[in-house]
């Protein structure tokens, strides 16, 4: 069976800092991965998503990076944090057939300070 | 494009009533449809999904939801609430033309009442 993990679960960080989170995915291939952020008491915001390594596709330009260095993982970033970037960030993933159903990992709750 | 409106961002119901979210959808070409559920910070969790079969999908925890054509809706119900139902409701669309995207209603937070 498929399953997706993210770490870390939770992270404090300061303003200005650098991040990195990452998602690996198991039990499938060539999958379709995405970075949502929900900020609270907000809904889902699409970040990135990825059709294949290296195929980054941006929704909202912002501070964030993401990339897929390998085919099951895919790693958001960025070089400076700000106060807006606190939230719960959800990576997903699809696969190959039509009904594009996503199933999602555990979140990382990110509080910059 | 299509589109994904949950009416209630807040819906609040006795333990043992019925539940009843509401879900419209825009989309010109034939969608599917989808409820996830969110515990509080922890990653969404399909409830079920409709895929143009059955018109009436049954999911899990006693959930169903009805795709209604003519009033593009897919309300999700459950006949009796629980306590363990409070949690946040996502109903989302893809279309098998809108490439790799699934858009996502706003979310509708469910209170269950003693």
């Known amino acids: 069976s498929q399953t997706i993990h993210q770490w870390p679960a939770t992270l404090v960080q300061p303003v200005g800092s650098p991040l990195s989170l990452e998602c690996t995915v198991e039990?499938?291939?060539?999958?379709?991965l995405y970075w949502y952020r929900q900020a609270a008491g907000r809904g889902l915001q699409l970040l990135f998503y990825s059709v294949g390594i290296g195929q980054i596709s941006s929704e909202v330009p912002q501070n964030l990076s993401a990339s897929r260095p390998q085919d099951r993982q895919f790693i958001l970033s960025s070089k400076k944090l700000l106060l807006s970037d606190s939230g719960f960030y959800l990576c997903?993933?699809?696969?190959?057939?039509?009904?594009?159903?996503?199933?999602f990992g555990p979140g990382t709750r990110l509080t910059v300070l | 494009a299509q589109s994904v409106t949950q009416l209630g961002s807040h819906v609040s119901v006795s333990e043992g009533a019925l539940v009843l979210l509401r879900c419209n959808y825009s989309s010109s070409v034939p969608p599917y449809l989808f409820w996830y559920v969110q515990y509080p910070n922890q990653g969404l969790q399909l409830l079920l999904k409709y895929t143009s079969a059955a018109t009436l999908v049954k999911g899990i925890n006693g959930f169903e939801a009805e795709f209604k054509k003519s009033e593009t809706s897919f309300h999700l119900t459950k006949p009796s609430a629980h306590m363990s139902d409070a949690a946040e409701y996502f109903c989302a669309v893809s279309t098998y033309t809108g490439g790799f995207k699934t858009i996502f209603g706003a979310g509708t937070r469910l209170f269950v009442k003693a």
């Open positions: 997903a993933w699809s696969g190959r057939d039509r009904y594009n159903e996503q199933f």
């Open positions: 039990g499938t291939s060539n999958p379709n």
